[in-house]
């Protein structure tokens, strides 16, 4: 049985991941979070005395524990997904994002490779170390291009410029020291499970509340979708069949305004609750001060991981969104317990 050690896995993506993993494969996941504000245990309930799934709470900087854990489980790929990953957040207290995006992941290289040089030739060889990112450390696109694996990087924000150091750090390691490797960067991410600080399922919060549905400055701002499952599934490959040391950029080819994503909410939000009073929800928009340094346009060319490892995404920006409306309609317990803060009082296991 394979073993991975999935950090970050109780976080939107990672979570996602998780699941995709515990569902479709038979691989073990041993998942390291540290349980932040982000990490949410309620979206791992359905594993909580599954076999092949070990929740460990801890800190991806903490090498005693992370050496232990990838001898005591033979890891044979880690998959990182820690981080802190909130631009506004990353504005307001940059420190925690340099703590874990940059030491954090420098600790978990360092680790990885200690254990990756013990291994046998065989295991050494299959061990993979993959670093989740994001197209964010390119920097901001005029109304024309789009980001390729060489795009220059020139992050704009607290948070993208501490991804991008992390990067540089998970590239520096397989040139180094030949550890095997892989980076993805990703353009935005919706679905199942997101904490509902970030648009999408901050605007379906609100426009089932009633409540006004902010948007900053013009609303004119492009990002790139991708249903979180495509995302995965793209990692998933990119793990099992990348190269060491290449990086894959994962985009949706689903550029939209953020006008154009809170729109096409409020269409579906009618659509779904036809008697709701605040109908049409259309009119609970409302422009805010745009956010400082904010990125005009993003979109990410995914042709190398389209071509060389036959990726593609299933969802179409139009049917993710409705997938996601529809999970946060059936799973509003979910967001109930984030936004009254009891999802913070469960605890899965700890070390
Ligand atoms: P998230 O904030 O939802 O989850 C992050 C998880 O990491 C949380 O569970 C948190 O508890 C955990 N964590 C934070 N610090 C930790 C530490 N020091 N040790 C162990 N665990 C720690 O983030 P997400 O949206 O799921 O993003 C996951 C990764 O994907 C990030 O690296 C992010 O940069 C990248 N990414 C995100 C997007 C997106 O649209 N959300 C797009 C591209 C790339």
């Not at 995709?20 to 979206?43: C, F, V, W």
């Not at 050496?67 to 909130?86: I, K, M, P, T």
């Not at 269409?267 to 036809?274: F, H, I, S, T």
């Not at 409306?325 to 070390?351: I, K």
Request: charge should be negative.
């Amino acid at each position: 049985m394979r073993t991975l050690l999935v950090t970050g896995g109780a976080g939107f993506i990672g979570g996602n991941f998780v699941h995709l993993k515990m569902h479709q494969s038979a691989e073990r996941i041993i998942n390291l979070d540290k349980l932040t504000y982000a990490g949410n245990p309620d979206t791992l309930a359905e594993f909580r005395d599954h076999p092949r799934h070990v929740f460990i709470e801890g800190d991806i900087g903490n090498q005693a524990l992370v050496g232990h854990l990838l001898r005591e489980y033979q890891v044979d790929a880690v998959v990182n997904f820690a981080a802190e990953s909130h631009v506004d957040r990353s504005i307001d207290g940059p420190a925690a994002f340099i703590e874990t995006n940059v030491l954090g992941t420098f600790s978990l290289l360092d680790s990885a490779k200690a254990y990756w040089g013990e291994l046998e030739a065989g295991r050494r060889e299959a061990f993979r170390f993959l670093h989740v990112s994001t197209d964010e450390v390119y920097g901001s696109l005029g109304s024309s291009g789009k980001f390729t694996e060489t795009t220059p990087y020139a992050p704009n924000s607290p948070y993208s410029a501490s991804k991008a150091a992390s990067d540089h750090l998970v590239r520096a390691w397989h040139h180094t020291y030949g550890l095997p490797v892989l980076t993805t960067n990703c353009s935005n991410n919706y679905g199942p499970y997101q904490f509902p600080e970030k648009l999408i399922p901050l605007m379906i919060a609100k426009g089932l509340a009633g409540e006004p549905l902010p948007i900053y400055g013009d609303g004119g701002n492009i990002r790139d979708w991708l249903y979180v499952e495509d995302h995965c599934r793209a990692i998933d490959r990119v793990l099992e069949a990348g190269r060491p040391g290449e990086v894959y950029n994962i985009g949706g080819d689903s550029e939209r305004t953020n006008l154009e994503v809170v729109d096409t909410l409020c269409a579906l939000l009618d659509e779904a609750k036809p008697s709701s009073p605040h109908r049409p929800h259309a009119q609970l928009k409302q422009f805010v001060t745009d956010r400082p340094g904010h990125d005009r346009r993003y979109a990410i060319d995914a042709t190398k991981v389209q071509t060389e490892l036959g990726w593609r995404p299933a969802e179409s920006f139009e049917s993710g969104l409705r997938r996601t409306l529809h999970w946060y309609l059936e799973n509003q317990d979910w967001t109930q317990r984030v936004t009254d803060g009891s999802y913070r009082g469960e605890r899965l296991g700890s070390a």
